[in-house]
Nanobody
Framework: QVQLVESGGGLVQAGGSLRLSCAAS????????MAWFRQAPGKEREFLAVITWSGGATYHADSVKGRFTISRDLAKNTMYLQMNSLKPEDTAVYYCASKTVGGRWPPPLEYDYDSWGQGTQVTVSS
């Protein structure tokens, strides 16, 4: 099992930036890919981006492409989501997730992942 802890959320004005972090611990050697999702009040959880842990291949959802960038630091066992040009509609709880087995690419569905963090709140004011 992989333990994931998100950080870096907060309150930011529209047009601003935030960088989220997801620190991984536990059976990290078995990790194939990690991803970011978000869930706004009253909405379903939305896939944002995914990165393969060893190769660093990435995929970003169209809704955030060009504004958000996923990355990882192998030495720190940490994944990041750089969010620029934030909009009020980006307000949500942001979650990181991990999957241990490869498969279809990209893996955009919640059931593709077997470990989840507790989430970090991002609020964008207008």
């Amino acid at each position: 099992q992989v333990q994931l802890v998100e950080s870096g959320g907060g309150l930011v004005q529209a047009g601003g930036s935030l960088r989220l972090s997801c620190a991984a611990s536990g059976r990290t050697f078995s990790r194939y890919a990690m991803a970011w999702f978000r869930q706004a009040p009253g909405k379903e959880r939305e896939f944002l981006a995914v990165i393969t842990w060893s190769g660093g291949a990435t995929y970003h959802a169209d809704s955030v492409k060009g504004r958000f960038t996923i990355s990882r630091d192998l030495a720190k066992n940490t994944m990041y989501l750089q969010m620029n040009s934030l909009k009020p509609e980006d307000t949500a709880v942001y979650y990181c997730a991990s999957k241990t087995v490869g498969g279809r690419w990209p893996p955009p569905l919640e059931y593709d992942y077997d470990s989840w963090g507790q989430g970090t709140q991002v609020t964008v004011s207008s």
